[in-house]
């Protein structure tokens, strides 16, 4: 998370008052978003949001606002899952908004979007009409023949700069929404020869933007509506230590029951100390291994299959539902564990039905994604160092952020002592935005609450 500027103090509509309900507080926050918005007073609004606090009900209802006022409005997606799941929502709250997808020559809807009355068009001049028109940044950086009053930049703090500044020129006005705390935007080259400048193309949209707009307002969403409040505390902790945030549900708001244990080894001892306390470590014993070790990706797809094959029940506001496949994730850090990962529950599907189903996929992927229940092959398990890559706050920050129920943690022994042999030592660029909190200091705090919830193997 990048701070360009000292770190400010929330203001009024950032934080819960005392006797605030965290719907109000977060009503309050989208409430002053909007007031901005309608103001004309700023050419620009940042929007800062923990994981699950409702970013894309903002975008759609903001889209609503701004295209109800007869300016056209364009939004800007990191990815084509993105666009689809925004023109979903908006499709299913506002049905009298006429919509229109910018999409490659050989896109081909799915078959929810292919049955909503969307137009889409490999031109922009062929969605002159619509409303509201959505795309991704890489196909808007192609326009030259249009241009709006309006945009939504959604995701903001994984798009890169440069990426921004190939579309700036299309609208007049933005809002800027995204989550701090997640991965980096990504930068195949080596960005050293632009550190310390402020337009520095690998860093993010917003980082830049603020840098050469301080002055534009940014408001922070402080209720996460995924994560329970067994979960909530340590992310606000470790990875938002300056834009703090809590849960919307209150501990016995939400429960995870699970069918009575059959083997009673680790395995289920484990799926019971996450029932109850919202997290689970185990252990394997500590060892130097390749990423994708036989015994570790094992025991990553064994626990996944035992938390199925325990049949959970998930009971919070939203309902009681059971915890089926497509409510379990694996987490990993690299794309050879997923595909192992995947090999060996599609293995274990043979006697235990479904497990093939759940859902395995690296941090990058999972970003945005939400399930009851998560597990994650720790990123420094089995390693002899401290990579930079494997320290990114932002890599431990999605694989700890999926979950509304609980999630368990994979690791061997030893990553305490790993960090403490590899003090965090990156080198210090003048001028370059100080990141923070670092990596080192993140793991410790996540590997702190894993601790009084541990079973070793």
Not at 278 to 300: A, C, H, I, K, M
Request: glycine residues 8%; contains cysteine.
């Amino acid at each position: 998370m990048e701070l360009t500027t000292p770190a400010p103090t929330p203001g009024p509509a950032d934080g819960i008052r005392p006797g605030m309900t965290p719907a109000k507080a977060a009503a309050a926050v989208t409430d002053a978003v909007l007031a901005d918005l309608g103001s004309g007073r700023h050419r620009g609004v940042v929007v800062d949001s923990p994981p699950g606090a409702g970013k894309s009900t903002l975008v759609v209802k903001a889209a609503a606002e701004i295209a109800g006022r007869g300016d056209a409005l364009m939004i800007v997606a990191q990815t084509n899952n993105q666009v689809d799941d925004l023109l979903l929502r908006l499709a299913a709250d506002h049905p009298e908004l006429q919509l229109g997808r910018l999409s490659a020559a050989d896109y081909r809807p799915g078959e929810e979007l292919a049955a909503l009355p969307v137009r889409i068009a490999g031109k922009a001049a062929d969605l002159d009409g619509c409303e509201v028109v959505v795309s991704t940044a890489a196909k808007w950086a192609l326009v030259d023949d249009r241009r709006w009053a309006w945009a939504i930049v959604d995701e903001a703090y994984q798009m890169r700069s440069d990426a921004l500044l190939l579309v700036a020129r299309l609208f007049d006005r933005a809002l800027f929404v995204g989550d701090p705390g997640q991965l980096d935007p990504f930068a195949t080259v080596d960005a050293a020869q632009w550190h310390g400048l402020t337009y520095d193309p690998s860093q993010s949209a917003v980082a830049v933007l603020r840098r050469h707009n301080p002055d534009l307002p940014v408001h922070r969403l402080p209720v996460s509506w995924r994560l329970p409040a067994t979960a909530a505390p340590l992310v606000s902790e470790a990875f938002y230590p300056f834009t703090p945030f809590r849960s919307g549900t209150e501990k016995h708001e939400r429960s995870l029951e699970f069918a009575a244990a059959r083997h009673g080894d680790p395995y289920d001892d484990v799926v019971d100390v996450a029932a109850g306390s919202g997290w689970g470590l185990l252990e394997l014993p500590s060892g130097y291994t390749l990423p994708s070790d036989d015994e570790t990706v094992r025991t990553v797809a064994e626990l996944a299959a035992r938390v199925l094959v325990r049949r959970g029940t998930a009971r919070s506001e939203r309902g009681t539902n059971p915890l089926d496949a497509g409510r379990i994730a694996v987490g990993v850090s690299h794309r050879e564990q997923r595909s192992r990962v995947e090999a060996a529950l599609r293995r274990i599907a043979a006697d235990v039905p479904g497990a093939g189903d759940i859902v395995v996929d690296t941090a990058n992927r999972l970003q945005g994604r939400e399930f009851d229940v998560t597990v994650f092959l720790h990123p420094l398990s089995g390693r002899r160092d401290a990579t930079a890559f494997h320290l990114e706050t932002g890599r431990l920050c999605v694989l700890a952020s999926r979950h509304r129920h609980a999630c368990l943690v994979v690791a061997r022994a030893g990553i305490p002592e790993l960090l403490d042999a590899h003090p965090s030592a990156e080198p210090v660029h003048l001028g370059l935005p100080v990141s923070f909190p670092d990596g080192w200091e993140a793991n410790h705090a996540v590997l702190a609450t894993l601790e009084g919830n541990r079973v070793r193997v």
